[in-house]
């Protein structure tokens, strides 16, 4: 279950096609682009500053497809004439253990390309993907928690056919602001 794994989203009318794949060493420069910019800053804790931090995060997301506890998909966007993709997100699924009957699913998305579509399209793969392959380990739903203050998020969950559970507390230093916790389940 730790081979990498390729996911495929198919273009839209108004909307590039999106390939989702494991990290790659060389996404590090992109990847460092993306988190200077200070909207992404402000909702994650995991920060890439430079190169050295970027190829250790890329390692960690290596890491974690080997032992198959989790799961990290650079978010790629097809260019229009180009043969190159554009990183555009990151996707992940977290802390998978098997017999365990839920999942955290968590993303971000890069600032060109925030309001087009692409987390909720990312977000929807990721999660039929899960159910197919976790089903069997007992995955019966995945979990997406966001502050309570990232509406954009919130969007992103309603869209994904994440439902809203439950206001969750701050738990401060980690999580200083009230949480929202989305859930969707394998029938969906």
């Not at 009957?101 to 990721?126: C, H, I, K, M, N």
Request: net charge negative.
């Amino acid at each position: 279950m730790t081979a990498p794994v390729v996911l495929h989203v198919a273009a839209t009318p108004i909307a590039p096609a999106l390939v989702l794949r494991p990290w790659r060493l060389a996404d590090v420069p992109a990847l460092v682009e993306a988190g200077r910019d200070p909207v992404l800053r402000q909702w994650i804790t995991s920060l890439v500053d430079n190169e050295v931090d970027g190829a250790r995060w890329v390692r960690e997301q290596e890491r974690g497809w080997a032992a198959g506890e989790r799961f990290a998909f650079a978010v790629l966007e097809a260019r229009s004439g180009s043969v190159q993709e554009q990183l555009v997100g990151n996707m992940v699924l977290k802390e998978v253990t098997p017999g365990k009957s839920a999942v955290e699913v968590g993303y971000w998305t890069a600032a060109p390309a925030r309001g087009r579509g692409v987390a909720p399209r990312a977000l929807d793969a990721v999660s039929d993907w899960a159910f197919d392959t976790l089903a069997a380990d007992g995955l019966e739903r995945l979990e997406l928690l966001h502050q309570a203050d990232n509406l954009a998020s919130c969007r992103v969950a309603e869209k994904g056919q994440y439902e809203f559970d439950r206001v969750l507390p701050a738990a401060p230093p980690a999580f200083p602001h009230d949480g929202h916790l989305h859930i969707r389940r394998a029938n969906v």
